[in-house]
């Protein structure tokens, strides 16, 4: 089967620009999950959907992170705008029973 | 808030040597998991451990969740350079909605 898709791969924006990431889960899986992973830290939880509803945002910084998730298969995470503490690996995974299975991640350089 | 610690966190050791790292969590887990992330990597899943005092194995890999269900441990048998990578630990947040909290992860080096 296919594996979680990401893109882009690598985005560099200066601080203040928008950015947004896409993910396409693997087929059939119903939770999808956004992580934030700075370097040298582990994965850290922005938001969860269960099919195109919000489960848990409580870490998403709103005034600056959104993420939507329309049709309950692809997702898009938005930042407006970014700052230098953005930089970071963005993750995506969608779940299966209890085994997680995350994309390449899209790497952020906010310069 | 609930928190997921792991000692240690570098470890660099010659090829042939074992490994250990540990996972502690602030609360009692009804499970945890641990992932393997290779150096420029994304997370990848090894295994779930439900039982308390559950211990499992693959290959040169054994896993051991505590009898308190607030720990965990990874031990590597003969270290291979295959091995390298960041392995971290992941328990469910108290919400019960599949959200997990990663631990601070053991970054590995084995010298060949």
């Known amino acids: 089967e296919a594996g979680v898709a990401q893109s882009p791969r690598y985005k560099i924006i200066e601080k203040r620009q928008s950015v947004a990431f896409w993910c396409n889960p693997i087929?059939?899986?119903?939770?999808l999950y956004w992580y934030q992973q700075i370097l040298g830290q582990g994965p850290k939880l922005l938001i969860q959907?269960?099919?195109?509803?919000?489960?848990?945002d409580s870490q998403l910084p709103k005034d600056r992170f959104s993420a939507e998730r329309l049709k309950g298969v692809d997702s898009t995470l938005k930042i407006q705008p970014a700052k230098l503490e953005d930089s970071a690996v963005y993750l995506c995974?969608?779940?299966?029973?209890?085994?997680?299975?995350f994309g390449p991640g899209t790497r952020l350089t906010v310069t | 808030g609930q928190q997921v610690m792991q000692i240690p966190q570098y470890q660099h050791v010659q090829e042939g040597e074992d490994f250990t790292t540990y996972c502690n969590s602030s609360?009692?887990?009804?499970?945890i998991q641990w992932y393997k992330q290779r150096p420029g990597g994304h997370p990848v899943f090894l295994i779930q451990?439900?039982?308390?005092?559950e211990v499992k194995k693959q290959k040169r890999l054994t896993f051991q969740f505590g009898e308190a269900k607030k720990n965990s441990s990874l031990h590597i048998t003969a270290t291979q350079t295959t091995d390298v990578g960041t392995y971290f630990c992941?328990?469910?947040?108290?919400?019960?909605?599949?959200?997990?909290?990663f631990g601070t992860g053991t970054r590995l080096k084995v010298l060949a």
């Open positions: 995974a969608s779940r299966s029973n209890y085994e997680q299975y």
């Open positions: 087929s059939g899986h119903a939770t």
């Open positions: 959907f269960q099919n195109n509803g919000v489960v848990d």
């Open positions: 609360t009692t887990l009804s499970n």
């Open positions: 451990l439900v039982k308390s005092g």
């Open positions: 992941a328990g469910p947040d108290l919400s019960g909605t599949y959200k997990y909290i």
